[in-house]
């Protein structure tokens, strides 16, 4: 019997691991993979969420994780607006924040299952029966549910979204080149908006969001890229100046910006399991890492017998709502201008005529230091 049981070992369900290990409580991470994994996503992390993570002894900057002030954005005709960022963040790869974050899960004390998946959770009353695929089995009287995007578990679950039809396509690259350090950027182009931030290993990583139906047209990667990024003289210019550092790109697609449960069948869903931002905000990650935090408090009072198991799930809901339910719903309206030439040569305009707006529709899709 555990204290806890975390399935899936992104960002968020490492951080709550090592939050609940350090504070005494026996927890298990179950995750389908193997540690370290490249990742599908911008790599940016916003400074709201560094103090919080050099309290847990796992500071970035202690793997080189490149500090970021300055963004800029631009139009599919190149036109560019560039604004201090209000708290700043770093970038670092996801395949080594992920294997800084495993071992220091590790060093506390978490119990780590790698390459098993969850076929069944059953809630008993007052604990969870677990069920793997190869017959393992683990009780637990806490189950976080950390597993990312979309999961076969999402579907087991019945959850709501797995079953609406969803055409992103999010693709991601590494190049060795020449790249301001301190600035992460997003680039319009027809049809999808594309990131870029130097990392750790001075590496610049590319990820690009699009419809799966362009690729269809287009055949593949390449030609896709030619015929839509690269009329965006910015993006050609990254793309065709820079070496690649990945013999193929990675990709992901279902992805879904539809509205999760956060509390289902007694699981408690942390990170993008429990609801995603629009990539357009880069403020994913730090969102995971801020859920870890908040669901770790509430846990470690409801292991405590401080409060009950009713209000510990109607709790965390309202808190997460909160915190993160203004920044979803502007994350959603600023994707609209996103990939659209007209309405994003709009928006890039005006925020050059009036550039003390800027700052303000980034803090709508950021938190305070936590």
């Given at each position: 019997?555990?204290?806890?049981?975390?399935?899936?070992?992104?960002?968020?369900?490492?951080?709550?691991?090592?939050?609940?290990?350090?504070?005494?409580?026996?927890?298990?991470?179950?995750?389908?993979?193997?540690?370290?994994?490249?990742?599908?996503?911008?790599?940016?992390?916003?400074n709201e969420v560094l103090q919080y993570l050099k309290n847990l002894g796992a500071n970035p900057?202690?793997?080189?994780?490149?500090?970021?002030?300055?963004?800029?954005?631009?139009?599919?005709?190149?036109?560019?607006?560039?604004?201090?960022?209000?708290?700043?963040?770093?970038?670092?790869?996801?395949?080594?924040?992920?294997?800084?974050?495993?071992?220091?899960?590790?060093?506390?004390?978490?119990?780590?299952?790698?390459?098993?998946?969850?076929?069944?959770?059953?809630?008993?009353?007052?604990?969870?029966?677990?069920?793997?695929?190869?017959?393992?089995?683990?009780?637990?009287?806490?189950?976080?549910?950390?597993?990312?995007?979309?999961?076969?578990?999402?579907?087991?679950?019945?959850?709501?979204?797995?079953?609406?039809?969803?055409?992103?396509?999010?693709?991601?690259?590494?190049?060795?080149?020449?790249?301001?350090?301190?600035?992460?950027?997003?680039?319009?182009?027809?049809?999808?908006?594309?990131?870029?931030?130097?990392?750790?290993?001075?590496?610049?990583?590319?990820?690009?969001?699009?419809?799966?139906?362009?690729?269809?047209?287009?055949?593949?990667?390449?030609?896709?890229?030619?015929?839509?990024?690269?009329?965006?003289?910015?993006?050609?210019?990254?793309?065709?100046?820079?070496?690649?550092?990945?013999?193929?790109?990675?990709?992901?697609?279902?992805?879904?910006?539809?509205?999760?449960?956060?509390?289902?069948?007694?699981?408690?869903?942390?990170?993008?399991?429990?609801?995603?931002?629009?990539?357009?905000?880069?403020?994913?990650?730090?969102?995971?890492?801020?859920?870890?935090?908040?669901?770790?408090?509430?846990?470690?009072?409801?292991?405590?017998?401080?409060?009950?198991?009713?209000?510990?799930?109607?709790?965390?809901?309202?808190?997460?709502?909160?915190?993160?339910?203004?920044?979803?719903?502007?994350?959603?309206?600023?994707?609209?201008?996103?990939?659209?030439?007209?309405?994003?040569?709009?928006?890039?305009?005006?925020?050059?005529?009036?550039?003390?707006?800027?700052?303000?529709?980034?803090?709508?899709?950021?938190?305070?230091?936590?």
């Amino acid at each position: 019997m555990y204290d806890v049981l975390i399935i899936g070992g992104g960002l968020a369900g490492l951080t709550a691991g090592i939050h609940l290990s350090k504070a005494g409580k026996k927890v298990v991470l179950i995750e389908k993979k193997s540690f370290p994994q490249h990742k599908v996503c911008g790599e940016y992390v916003s400074n709201e969420v560094l103090q919080y993570l050099k309290n847990l002894g796992a500071n970035p900057f202690d793997i080189g994780a490149n500090a970021v002030q300055k963004f800029q954005l631009s139009a599919p005709s190149g036109k560019i607006v560039e604004t201090e960022l209000p708290l700043g963040g770093f970038g670092i790869r996801r395949y080594a924040f992920d294997e800084f974050l495993f071992k220091k899960a590790q060093e506390t004390g978490v119990t780590v299952f790698e390459k098993m998946s969850v076929t069944e959770v059953q809630f008993k009353g007052d604990f969870f029966e677990i069920n793997c695929q190869k017959g393992e089995n683990f009780q637990a009287k806490i189950v976080l549910g950390s597993f990312g995007k979309r999961s076969n578990l999402d579907k087991s679950l019945n959850r709501g979204f797995f079953s609406q039809p969803t055409d992103y396509l999010g693709v991601k690259h590494f190049f060795e080149g020449k790249f301001p350090k301190d600035l992460v950027v997003l680039h319009n182009f027809d049809g999808g908006y594309c990131g870029a931030i130097q990392v750790e290993d001075k590496s610049i990583s590319v990820a690009y969001l699009t419809k799966a139906a362009y690729l269809q047209k287009h055949g593949n990667l390449q030609k896709m890229e030619e015929a839509l990024l690269y009329k965006n003289p910015i993006l050609k210019q990254l793309f065709t100046t820079n070496k690649p550092l990945l013999k193929r790109p990675q990709t992901i697609s279902n992805i879904s910006f539809k509205s999760k449960e956060v509390v289902q069948n007694h699981i408690l869903m942390i990170g993008d399991a429990a609801g995603m931002i629009p990539p357009v905000c880069g403020n994913g990650m730090a969102m995971g890492i801020h859920a870890a935090k908040m669901v770790s408090e509430l846990v470690l009072s409801f292991l405590n017998g401080k409060i009950d198991r009713t209000v510990l799930e109607q709790t965390f809901e309202k808190q997460w709502r909160k915190a993160f339910g203004k920044r979803v719903f502007w994350g959603r309206q600023i994707q609209r201008f996103m990939g659209q030439p007209q309405l994003s040569e709009l928006a890039i305009g005006t925020l050059s005529a009036i550039p003390k707006i800027f700052p303000t529709i980034i803090k709508k899709t950021h938190g305070q230091p936590i």
